[in-house]
């Protein structure tokens, strides 16, 4: 089973890319919504949380994990990389990687929640491979609720997301990260207000890309990961919202479990 987890629903997306890329493999979502969100918490606490949802999927029977959310791979991944000794995979360095191929000039946009873009994670990734690129990050704090709301095509939502591309719009970036798990579900509207000449990079389609490789250069985890196409989903609170966003991203009914950990 591949494990993936999230503060909340947002992780489905990556749920819905690794589906497409590679389809059939057995997956086990953890979606903290308990605790959610992760973006306005500081870095110990996500750090513990990010612990506890691994050995989650881990007794779940997951052979390979991925952290969904930006968030927690922004301020975790590497206190978990040195900790576990099982495949774990965040979703910043794809997306980086993916940026740097996809950029023309360099001139890269970031957003993220508040505690990604001031973790500094993606303009370090970005520094260390292109020392000349020049970066631009914004964090959009107003998204992610927005988004759990189910506002995708309300007016509003498109005059906050013109706000926060703004100060983007004016450096001309040519590239832009959508660094939250979030984002994905609000790419046409970000793809009009930023403009149609930038490459949007969703990390969402970088992660089932780079686990599509692993999984090919790896035929001994692959083979052990079974390939039913059994989705189990499990969350720590029910939540309305959860039923309703899971649904809108994954197009299909769901059921899902609620787990005390
Ligand atoms: N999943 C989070 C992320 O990708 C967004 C929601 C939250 O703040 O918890 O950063």
């Not at 929640?113 to 020049?134: F, L």
């Not at 001994?220 to 039923?243: H, P």
């Amino acid at each position: 089973m591949i494990g993936i987890f999230d503060s909340g629903v947002g992780g489905l997306t990556v749920v819905r890319a690794i589906a497409e890329k590679i389809p059939g493999y057995d997956m086990v979502y953890f979606g903290d919504t308990a605790h959610t969100p992760y973006g306005t918490k500081s870095a110990d606490t996500v750090i513990g949380y990010t612990i506890r949802n691994i050995e989650f999927l881990l007794h779940q029977g997951a052979k390979v994990i991925i952290i969904a959310c930006n968030t927690a791979s922004s301020v975790a991944s590497a206190r978990v990389l040195e900790q576990f000794a099982f495949p774990i995979f965040e979703v910043i360095t794809p997306a980086v990687d993916h940026a740097l191929t996809a950029s023309t000039n360099l001139n890269i946009g970031i957003m993220g929640t508040r505690a990604t873009i001031s973790s500094g994670i993606y303009e370090k990734k970005i520094m260390e491979n292109q020392p000349t690129a020049r970066i631009h990050s914004v964090a959009c704090p107003l998204l992610v609720p927005l988004v759990e709301e189910g506002w995708l095509k309300k007016r509003e939502t498109a005059m906050i997301v013109k706000k926060y591309l703004q100060p983007l719009k004016i450096r001309q970036i040519d590239t832009l990260i959508l660094g939250c798990t979030h984002y994905p579900l609000l790419k046409k509207v970000i793809q009009r207000k930023i403009g149609q000449h930038v490459t949007l990079i969703d990390s969402s389609i970088c992660i089932s890309e780079r686990i599509k490789k692993f999984l090919s250069d790896n035929r001994d985890i692959d083979l052990q990961l079974g390939q039913n196409g059994y989705l189990s989903l499990f969350v720590s609170d029910v939540t309305d919202q959860f039923k309703k966003i899971a649904e809108m991203t994954l197009k299909t009914h769901i059921t899902f479990e609620c787990v005390k950990i």
